[in-house]
């Protein structure tokens, strides 16, 4: 599928910073929260980018390590 050019800015936006929130990206393109979440839906589901609590990442999402192990990882 292909990005829209609000997308794909969007894309360009989240990679050259690394992570972004939805409320700045909202503001940048002065479109609503639900307009970008919208986009970010589209562009997680392609694999560019990953939603995570708080903002977007770039890059597509990894699968998390099971509780066990990431408490032996972080001790």
Not at 24 to 40: C, I
Not at 44 to 53: F, I, N, Q
Request: proline share 4%; no cysteine.
């Amino acid at each position: 599928m292909t990005p829209n050019p609000r997308q794909a800015d969007l894309l360009d936006e989240v990679r050259s910073r690394g992570s972004v929130s939805v409320d700045a990206l909202a503001e940048r393109y002065n479109v609503t929260l639900q307009t970008v979440r919208r986009d970010v839906m589209r562009l997680e589901a392609s694999g560019d980018l990953r939603r995570v609590h708080g903002g977007i990442l770039a890059g597509a999402a990894e699968a998390e390590l099971p509780l066990q192990m990431r408490t032996k990882t972080n001790a």
